[in-house]
């Protein structure tokens, strides 16, 4: 099996900055796409930002300019730096990675439990 962990999260007033961390463990031969998800209250979840194994990016453009997605693939972790935050921003956020645990398998997709993010006013 393999785990996804997020970290990070909290409380921060507006304006403030957080970073969130996906970290994966488990039996995994390679981490591929990586999206960093988001759901607030009585909404729909969305895609925020999303890295590509090879460090291609792309953003919801909602955050653009404002958050930036990384990855150390060696540490198995994806990164995403939130700067200049605000109330709407408050949400939990979730991280989803494609992985192949076994080199002759596919992917699978897997999801991380969540951390909370809240940004007050």
């Known amino acids: 099996q393999a785990q996804l962990v997020e970290s990070g999260g909290g409380l921060v007033q507006a304006g403030g900055s957080l970073r969130l961390s996906c970290t994966a463990s488990?039996?995994?031969?390679?981490?591929?796409?990586v999206g960093w998800y988001r759901q607030a209250p009585g909404k729909q979840r969305e895609l925020v930002a999303g890295i590509a194994r090879g460090g291609s990016t792309n953003y919801a453009d909602s955050v653009k300019g404002r958050f930036t997605v990384s990855r150390d693939n060696a540490k198995k972790t994806v990164y995403l730096q939130m700067n200049s935050l605000k109330p709407e921003d408050t949400a939990v956020y979730y991280c989803?990675?494609?992985?192949?645990?076994?080199?002759?398998?596919?992917?699978?997709?897997?999801w991380g439990q969540g951390t909370q993010v809240t940004v007050s006013s």
């Open positions: 989803n990675a494609d992985v192949v645990r076994i080199p002759t398998m596919p992917e699978y997709s897997y």
């Open positions: 488990g039996s995994i031969f390679r981490i591929n796409a």
